[in-house]
């Protein structure tokens, strides 16, 4: 009777699938990972856990209330201030200031990127000094924005849209750079020129780098937010943070900090949705 053959479980995983009698389990296994339910849940894990651990180390005594509040302290001080209707203007003024900035940034950023991503020229000239201011800090542009444009809407606008403008401006630049040349030669082979060698050939192979630049320029929009509502801001919330910092209140300091998270991670989940949607479409 001859030996019997002994095939790797990997291997005959490979076969079966051949046969098409199953799936590869590594497969099997992302696709799981992808389904928006297990996405969810398992996002939700790490925050669970911090805001447990939280409950615990304050409701222990381990750390003292004026150090780090309760998570129900945190969503008490909440409901007071949207009782009076505070919060949400708070909240309104801080989304419209981070909305129009990144998208004036972003428009900027997109044709700052173009000029410098498809012309030798464009890049020779500008990138070098582009380089060198977006090494300055976010906090040394505030004397100056106040100084040119006083301490209304425009300086906090325009501070967020300098935050907003590198992310895009970085990230498409380089992505028009290596565009791969074979592809730009087979365009010119039909005659492709310009701007219809640009929608046709170039645009759909940077798509999904242009959506990684807005969605960091995104976040950064946010980050920038606190430091533009330090130039004389009275509401906000950076002004709540920089405020409830002032008046010791570790509480309201606390909720400002989760309401930007919050606010963050759902404007970038709607990016999300919209990088989808330009997937589908363009590659």
């Not at 381990?62 to 409901?79: D, H």
């Not at 997109?110 to 800090?137: H, K, M, Q, Y």
């Not at 606008?157 to 403008?165: D, S």
């Amino acid at each position: 009777m001859p030996d019997r053959l002994i095939v790797p479980e990997e291997s005959r995983d490979a076969l079966d699938f051949a046969k098409g009698k199953s799936q590869p389990r590594s497969g099997v296994a992302r696709r799981s990972w992808d389904r928006p339910v297990v996405r969810i849940v398992a996002g939700l894990l790490l925050p669970v856990i911090i805001l447990t651990a939280w409950q615990v180390v304050t409701t222990s005594g381990m750390v003292p209330p004026y150090r780090l509040p309760t998570p129900a302290s945190v969503f008490q001080a909440g409901v007071e201030l949207a009782e009076t209707g505070q919060l949400w203007t708070h909240i309104a003024i801080s989304v419209q200031r981070v909305l129009l900035g990144f998208a004036i940034g972003s428009v900027i950023g997109l044709a700052a990127a173009g000029v410098v991503g498809l012309s030798r020229l464009g890049e020779v000239l500008l990138s070098p000094t582009l380089t060198a201011v977006r090494a300055v800090p976010s906090l040394a542009w505030v004397p100056l924005l106040i100084l040119w444009m006083q301490i209304g809407e425009e300086s906090k606008v325009t501070l967020i849209a300098i935050g907003a403008f590198f992310p895009v401006y970085t990230t498409v630049s380089s992505a028009l750079r290596h565009v791969d040349p074979q592809l730009v030669e087979a365009g010119r082979s039909f005659s492709l020129r310009g701007w219809s060698l640009f929608r046709i050939v170039q645009l759909p192979a940077v798509v999904p780098s242009v959506v990684s630049g807005l969605r960091l320029a995104l976040a950064q929009a946010w980050l920038f937010l606190v430091a533009a509502e330090l130039i004389a801001a009275s509401m906000g919330l950076g002004f709540l943070l920089t405020e409830s910092q002032s008046s010791g209140r570790v509480d309201r300091i606390l909720l400002s900090i989760v309401l930007l998270a919050l606010l963050g991670t759902l404007t970038n989940g709607i990016l999300v949705l919209i990088e989808k949607y330009l997937l589908r479409r363009w590659v």
